[in-house]
């Protein structure tokens, strides 16, 4: 099983801005909670034993289909460190992923330091302070629905998994989609939890010019747009999971 270590830190942010943010089909569920979450990926089967890093947005949705509602926290962006899993995991799963560098963080004074940048210009800064180690609520979830690393103060008590907004563009059909659906991931149970910590945070996303970030700065403008009302903790989560997502699968 893969090693991941997750930094989350969420915030209260004003529901209308949020809602503007999601696909037909889904609908904000209980708090506007924003997480953003940066988890290093190690010990990887299928890359030989490598690992990348990832940077995700999501908050707290819920889909009412005709035979069952599920709810759970929607994947807004999902930022990674490596071209592989970007290719894999966009036209297979339908994972909303982008390309940026995500250094390691940095420990200072008890601080630890995140940053992620595209082409040198530096988007998304994030810190994680005051840590005090907890013992997990919860004991089965998977890479993408790690407690606190992904659901913390932003989900319902039993989420159903993360949901996904998977689209892909007709091609020479401008405006046309050959592919518009909404897929989930469930927990899975193969998971083991080494540590969790949690504590106060902070994260900020910087207003880009086009010139900066010309396939980003609609998107990082757009998160940088979203107010902080109140701040709602960080988290640092340490497991071990099954990442083969074998259980993922479109919502009917």
């Given at each position: 099983?893969?090693?991941?270590?997750?930094?989350?830190?969420?915030?209260l942010?004003d529901?209308q801005?949020l809602?503007?943010?999601?696909?037909?089909?889904?609908?904000?569920?209980?708090?506007?909670?924003v997480?953003v979450?940066?988890m290093?990926?190690t010990?990887?089967?299928w890359?030989?034993?490598?690992?990348?890093?990832?940077?995700?947005?999501?908050f707290?949705?819920?889909?009412?289909g005709?035979?069952?509602?599920?709810?759970?926290?929607f994947?807004?962006?999902?930022?990674e460190?490596?071209?592989?899993?970007?290719?894999?995991g966009?036209?297979?799963?339908g994972?909303?992923k982008?390309?940026?560098?995500?250094?390691?963080?940095?420990?200072?004074?008890?601080?630890?330091?995140f940053?992620a940048?595209?082409?040198?210009?530096r988007?998304?800064?994030?810190?994680?302070?005051?840590?005090?180690a907890?013992?997990p609520?919860?004991?089965?979830a998977?890479a993408h629905?790690?407690?606190?690393?992904h659901?913390?103060?932003?989900?319902?008590?039993t989420p159903?998994?993360?949901?996904?907004?998977?689209?892909?563009?007709?091609?020479?059909?401008?405006?046309?989609?050959?592919?518009?659906?909404?897929?989930?991931?469930p927990?899975?149970?193969c998971?083991?939890?080494?540590?969790?910590?949690?504590?106060?945070?902070?994260?900020?996303f910087?207003?880009?010019?086009?010139?900066?970030?010309?396939t980003?700065?609609?998107?990082?403008?757009t998160?940088a747009?979203?107010?902080?009302?109140?701040?709602?903790?960080?988290?640092?989560?340490?497991?071990?999971?099954d990442?083969?997502?074998?259980?993922?699968?479109i919502l009917a």
């Amino acid at each position: 099983m893969a090693r991941i270590r997750a930094v989350a830190v969420s915030f209260l942010t004003d529901p209308q801005r949020l809602a503007r943010l999601l696909p037909p089909g889904l609908q904000l569920s209980g708090e506007p909670v924003v997480t953003v979450e940066l988890m290093a990926i190690t010990e990887l089967q299928w890359l030989a034993g490598r690992g990348y890093n990832t940077l995700g947005v999501r908050f707290p949705v819920r889909h009412r289909g005709p035979q069952r509602e599920v709810t759970g926290p929607f994947l807004a962006v999902l930022w990674e460190n490596k071209a592989d899993p970007i290719i894999t995991g966009r036209e297979e799963l339908g994972y909303a992923k982008l390309f940026c560098d995500i250094p390691p963080g940095r420990l200072l004074d008890g601080q630890e330091h995140f940053e992620a940048s595209w082409e040198g210009h530096r988007f998304m800064t994030m810190s994680v302070q005051q840590l005090k180690a907890v013992t997990p609520a919860h004991k089965a979830a998977d890479a993408h629905n790690a407690p606190d690393a992904h659901n913390a103060h932003n989900a319902p008590d039993t989420p159903d998994g993360t949901l996904h907004h998977r689209y892909l563009p007709g091609l020479g059909r401008p405006g046309q989609a050959a592919v518009d659906e909404l897929v989930i991931t469930p927990p899975s149970p193969c998971v083991a939890l080494l540590s969790q910590a949690v504590g106060e945070g902070s994260v900020q996303f910087s207003p880009s010019t086009w010139q900066q970030l010309p396939t980003l700065a609609h998107i990082v403008n757009t998160l940088a747009d979203l107010p902080q009302l109140a701040q709602r903790g960080a988290s640092v989560t340490e497991l071990r999971s099954d990442t083969s997502l074998h259980n993922h699968h479109i919502l009917a």
